[in-house]
């Protein structure tokens, strides 16, 4: 069994910060990509950051320069530190993440935390 846990969401005003983490526990082999995605209501989920195991990393242009996606392998945990926080960052984002486990490699899915960006 495989759980992915979410936290750091919450409400913050344009131009603030927030710090997401994201703690993969249970049978875990190895962990490949570990990636944010975030969903916007009536909005198709979209990915927001991705980064390897070796550290390799991509983003959305909507936040390149702004938000920043690392991992601490040793801790299965990936983080989203978003800074200059705007309006239209508001929504559910998610963490992914590729996981090995014994005889099998699945993509899990955290709950999902709500961050809304609002004077």
């Given at each position: 069994q495989?759980?992915l846990?979410e936290?750091g969401g ?5 131009g603030?910060s ?5 703690a993969a526990?249970g049978s875990?082999?190895?962990i490949?990509?570990?990636a944010w995605?975030r ?9 927001v950051?991705?980064v390897t195991?070796?550290g390799t990393?991509?983003?959305a ?5 702004r ?11 990936v983080?989203?530190q978003?800074?200059s926080?705007?309006p239209e960052?508001t929504a559910v ?5 590729n996981i090995?486990t014994?005889g ?6 955290g ?9």
């Open positions: 495989v759980q846990v936290s919450g409400s913050v005003q344009p603030g927030l710090r997401l983490s994201c526990s875990i082999f190895s490949g990509v570990m995605y969903q916007a209501t009536e909005n198709q989920r979209e990915l950051a991705a195991r070796g990393t991509n983003y242009d909507s936040v390149k320069g938000f920043t996606i690392s991992r601490d392998n040793t801790k299965n945990t983080y989203l978003m800074n926080l705007k960052d984002y998610y963490c992914n993440a090995r014994i099998r490699r699945d993509d899990y899915w709950q999902g935390t709500q961050v809304t960006v609002s004077s």
